[in-house]
């Protein structure tokens, strides 16, 4: 199986030296990257290597383009001469405007097939960047954006897999499902990673709610085992950071700062004086911690306010925190919850509701939207909950009688840890199946069911 490594490994041991050129007269930064790898094992190859980049403040469309140097392009580029070594191109890529700042993973791997690969090797390369231009448009230099790329001390800015060809052949890629209301999701046969957004329901409002829930590999939640509300989030505390894991089992960092600092290296003014500050340096986004009240806002650079309630904080354990409002430019969601903590009700500030029942301390029924609900069943093995079916039911009639308008199933592998096996649409009888390996998705088959 392939086995990842990055810049922050030793096997093989990754050192990036870097030049940042700015041309002004075209409103351009290029990148110049020279890259050693030692302690390399002849008997892998690499299957794949990603750089990571770090996009901001993007005021127009942008292109990247990336080309391939050598030594003597690496040594001898300067701002006088930097274009007349620009021919080599690997690949362009369009990175659209945008208020957030942007992590772009730039696929590399063909410059490694250019070269032999021995214990200790080099390869130079040069990303460009510069503001797209339309059709109608000979040359652009208004426009403003930033291009860097992280620390590589403490961030993976190069992510890499190696195999073993004499006992393996090399896979890696994505492959996404839709299944209309039965399942969306992408699936990485390399790392096993199966994501399946199994419901998605919103109101018809001007500012809709939104209610998720997911299939993963990494948390369970108020559907049973490996599926998550969109709503369910947990933090492990520690005192220089606060790391915050999604629905999905993703983490997001974010590391204790002085205001002075973040304003003055990120340009971050917290809404309130009040509060321990803590920053995700990736995104700019910022959590204002107030443990006199058990209390965390998580503010994006869109300034939407997201605000949790805690119970406990000891440094290294995750604990659930509890989504209690979020707040945006148009609208405020609040989310109600019972003496246990669990979302009985989601609603804006004007009729729009979701309601959320339960039986057990699982999802019974959702409802929604004039007469609109989902009802949610369940198989119990070794006293774990696992979803079985969702029916979507209609009682806008005349005769107010219940219609189910559709139906998805779900089955899931005899032994633990359960994983999905099969989703499907109850009518058409058409889905997926799903094979692992050593416990991770290798194969995925469209399928008729019954057939």
């Known amino acids: 199986m392939p086995i990842k490594f990055s810049n922050l490994n030793s096997s093989p041991k990754v050192s990036i ?34 750089f990571q980049v770090r996009l901001s403040e993007i005021s127009n469309d942008l292109l990247l383009t990336v ?9 001898n580029i300067s701002s006088s001469n930097i274009n007349q070594y620009l021919s080599n191109k690997l690949s362009v890529i369009t990175v659209e405007k945008s208020d957030e700042a942007i992590l772009k993973n730039i696929d590399i791997i063909k410059i490694l097939n250019e070269i032999a690969l021995s214990s200790t090797f080099e390869i130079y390369f040069a990303i460009k960047c510069e503001i797209k231009k339309q059709d109608n448009q000979e040359n652009v230099t208004t ?30 890629r994505n492959i996404e499902q ?35 829930a997911t299939y993963n590999e990494k948390r369970s939640g108020i559907f049973g085992e490996h599926i998550t509300a969109n709503f369910e989030y947990q933090a492990v505390f520690n005192p220089d950071y606060i790391e915050i894991i999604n629905s999905i089992g993703d983490s997001n960092y974010y590391l204790l700062m002085e205001r002075d600092k973040a304003l003055e290296k990120y340009k971050i003014t917290p809404f309130s004086t009040e509060g321990t500050l803590y920053v995700n340096i990736t995104d700019l986004s910022y959590i204002l911690l107030f443990s006199n009240k058990y209390e965390m806002d998580l503010v994006n650079k869109k300034n939407y306010k997201i605000i949790f309630h805690y119970i406990g904080n000891t440094p290294n354990k995750a604990y659930d925190i509890y989504l209690q409002q979020i707040e945006t430019d148009k609208t405020t969601i609040k989310y109600i919850r019972n003496s246990l903590n669990k979302v009985t009700e989601i609603k ?47 009682n806008n009639n005349t005769t107010h009688k219940e219609i189910v308008q559709s ?35 290798s194969k995925i088959t469209n399928i008729l069911k019954g057939t």
């Open 17 to 50: 030296t870097n030049k940042k050129i700015e041309l002004a007269s075209e409103n351009s930064i290029t990148q110049c990257f020279k890259i050693n790898f030692s302690n390399y094992d002849g008997q892998y190859s690499i299957g794949k290597i990603n």
């Open 67 to 75: 080309y391939i140097l050598n030594a003597n392009n690496f040594n």
């Open 143 to 172: 426009g403003s954006f930033k291009f860097d790329f992280l620390d590589v001390a403490k961030n993976e800015v190069l992510v890499g897999e190696l195999y073993n060809p004499t006992k393996e052949s090399y896979l890696h």
């Open 178 to 212: 839709d299944i209309s209301f039965v399942g969306k999701g992408k699936f990485d046969l390399f790392n096993g990673n199966l994501k399946v957004q199994l419901l998605d329901i919103s109101t018809s409002s001007k500012e809709p709610i939104q209610l998720t």
């Open 348 to 394: 804006t500030n004007d009729i729009d509701s979701i309601k959320i029942t339960y039986e057990n301390g699982y999802v019974d029924k959702i409802s929604y939207d004039n007469l609109r609900y989902v009802k949610f069943s369940y198989q119990i093995k070794l006293s774990m909950k696992l979803l079985t079916k969702i029916e979507y039911c209609d």
């Open 407 to 441: 139906v998805s199933c779900y089955e899931y592998n005899e032994n633990y840890p359960y994983q999905l096996l099969t989703a499907y649409d109850d009518t058409t009888k058409q889905g997926y199946m799903y094979g692992y390996t050593d416990g991770v998705v």
